[in-house]
């Protein structure tokens, strides 16, 4: 950590390394983490992943923005989203409604119903719930396989776009609240993202998302092992440059929090022994072997929950 690469072009190209902070283009970077891996492809997306290289890590000088030397380009992205192996994110399904139940109530907290799209829907489990907490619901999903469970899900309660947020084209100042989850570390361009989803807001409409912390304890103490170091992130916030973002989106700032997400032990023990945590080879073969492993359970990874409405 702390070695300097001071970098001079603005052009991403695929497998090269990116030539200026995203956030606010600045050139002065330093390694924040060094390389294992980081090829994004197929074996590294993804709950199904076997890979989980995440590649160098860089830091900007300037903000203190992290992110991930690798950027493939857009259609590149969109490509390996689109052909993404939900398997095993679907196994998971039993959490994926608790987590969406925890995200309804902190976003009920600020607003109560009304027009919401979920950008980044994946197969649906958030647009259920607020779909039957009365809310009019949207969903956009690039995968098409995760587009049409959500569909499947939703039974004609709410529209899904299989598509990019940019090929949906949605109407501007058209939604009382739009919901980021899990989605703003896997753009290219974040700033750019988040500015084209407050311009979908109505003025005073509400704006959420929940990202990997990169100043988090777990993040701090698990250091290269942390489980959110990911091929597939390419940007890691934390609270003063992800309200540095939103701010520069023209977003006002009115809450941080953290959520735990739920997933099985048997899926936690899997994933902690992919990073070489101590112990959890063990645990993941033990748990396989009787009921412990498919119970659901509360998990703290080290994220930020954020709110922020539109002026």
Wanted: with cysteine; glycine share 10%.
């Amino acid at each position: 950590m702390g070695e300097r690469v001071t970098l001079e072009q603005g052009t991403v190209t695929t497998g090269s390394s990116l030539q200026r902070c995203p956030l606010c283009a600045g050139s002065d970077i330093e390694v924040h983490l060094e390389a294992t891996g980081g090829a994004l492809a197929h074996d590294a997306l993804g709950s199904s992943r076997t890979d989980v290289g995440h590649g160098k890590v860089l830091r900007c000088r300037g903000c203190g923005f992290v992110f991930s030397e690798f950027r493939p380009a857009d259609e590149e992205l969109h490509t390996l989203y689109r052909e993404m192996n939900p398997t095993v994110y679907e196994k998971e399904a039993q959490g994926r409604l608790k987590t969406a139940q925890r995200h309804l109530k902190m976003v009920q907290r600020h607003i109560v119903g009304g027009r919401l799209v979920d950008v980044g829907c994946a197969s649906g489990s958030f647009l259920k719930v607020a779909a039957e907490a009365g809310w009019t619901v949207t969903g956009v999903e690039p995968s098409e396989t995760l587009a049409n469970y959500a569909k499947k899900l939703l039974d004609g309660r709410g529209d899904v776009h299989c598509a990019t947020l940019q090929q949906a084209k949605l109407q501007p100042q058209s939604f009382d609240a739009l919901t980021l989850f899990d989605v703003l570390e896997h753009v290219t361009d974040p700033l750019a993202f988040l500015t084209e989803c407050a311009s979908l807001l109505k003025p005073g409409g509400y704006l959420f998302a929940n990202v990997p912390d990169i100043s988090s304890l777990q993040a701090r103490v698990l250091g290269s092992r942390w489980p959110l170091l990911l091929a597939e992130h390419l940007n890691y916030f934390d609270r003063t440059t992800l309200k540095r973002c939103g701010d520069a989106a023209g977003l006002r700032w009115i809450a941080f929090d953290r959520r735990p997400a739920s997933f099985t032990v048997e899926y936690v023990l899997y994933r902690l022994s992919q990073h070489g945590i101590p112990g959890s080879s063990l645990g993941h073969r033990m748990v396989q072997e009787n009921s412990l492993g498919s119970m659901c359970i509360p998990v703290y990874l080290g994220e930020t929950f954020a709110a922020w409405v539109r002026a």
